[in-house]
């Protein structure tokens, strides 16, 4: 398993090897719900289009491809020089409010944050502050082979912070679009728009119309009456997956999920 720069909760690092038994071949994975790119860290396409709507995600994807090097000797002395409490308070301070921050910085102090915040959590307030709390570790991980190989990948991608409706208006005949959205029938605000009933609707929807021009589509969900409902016309798998917060989160405590899959037949395969 490839580990990826942030730790995450929702990651879909552990169960790479179950979600890859239904991702097709392709010519580019196209991923709206980005996350933490477990995906595309454990999948080998020849091109990538990532996706999310939270920009601070997007921007830290974007310097790493770009700045790799540069990149990581700032987030090592970053780490190097912060690790109190204090020092986690003051940079999430700086990072909310100070408006000039130059963006390889607000990658970096994102980065710092993520590995010193809270399991995982990504999580802003209604005026858009970043706001998880603190989380006393040890020693938090400085992910430098993470981002090492992350930059090598990156090199493939393409990174846009976008809406799932904006990317998945970007789709063509050959893409393989993979799909983590927040789960339903859950209270999932990953940033300042919660994701709600209308919204999986709308994506079960729009994945429907890619499908009939040519697109295969894989869709990861909770296993839910509604999940059930919009996702009838897909093949359903159900996998178990550990949870790192919530209710399900701890010691072995797991959670069924879905993964919808709907491939494309070819015309030869039509016709044979
Ligand atoms: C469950 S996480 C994806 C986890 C990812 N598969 C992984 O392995 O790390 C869902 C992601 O959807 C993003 N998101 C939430 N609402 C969105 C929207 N309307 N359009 C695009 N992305 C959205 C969140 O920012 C979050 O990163």
């Given at each position: 398993m490839n580990k990826t720069i942030l730790k995450w909760a929702g990651s879909k690092a552990k169960v790479m090897a179950q979600l890859n038994q239904y991702l097709p071949a392709g010519a580019r994975l196209v991923e709206?719900?980005?996350?933490?790119c477990a995906v595309m860290m454990n999948t080998d396409y020849p091109a990538y289009l990532i996706a999310d709507i939270n920009p601070d995600l997007i921007n830290l994807y974007q310097q790493v491809k770009e700045f790799e090097k540069p990149f990581t000797a700032l987030v090592a002395g970053i780490f190097a020089q912060n690790g109190s409490e204090e020092d986690y308070r003051r940079i999430r301070n700086e990072f909310n409010h100070e408006a000039s921050l130059p963006l390889l910085y607000r990658a970096a102090y994102f980065l710092y944050l993520n590995r010193h915040g809270y399991r995982g959590l990504c999580r802003y307030n209604r005026k858009g502050d970043f706001n998880t709390p603190y989380e006393k570790q040890a020693k938090p991980h400085l992910p430098v082979d993470e981002i090492r190989a992350f930059a090598a990948k990156a090199q493939r991608a393409t990174f846009i912070c976008a809406d799932f409706t904006e990317t998945l208006a970007q789709v063509q005949a050959g893409d393989v679009v993979y799909c983590d959205p927040p789960y339903a029938g859950a209270f999932t605000?990953?940033?300042?728009d919660a994701f709600n009933d209308g919204k999986q609707r709308q994506l079960a929807q729009l994945l429907s119309s890619s499908i009939s021009a040519g697109v295969s589509v894989v869709a990861s969900n909770s296993d839910t009456p509604l999940v059930q409902e919009l996702y009838a016309g897909f093949d359903r798998h159900v996998i178990s997956v550990a949870r790192s917060i919530g209710v399900a989160a701890g010691k072995g405590k797991k959670a069924s999920e879905i993964v919808a899959v709907s491939r494309v037949v070819a015309v030869s395969e039509v016709a044979a």
């Open positions: 709206p719900f980005a996350g933490s605000q990953y940033h300042t």
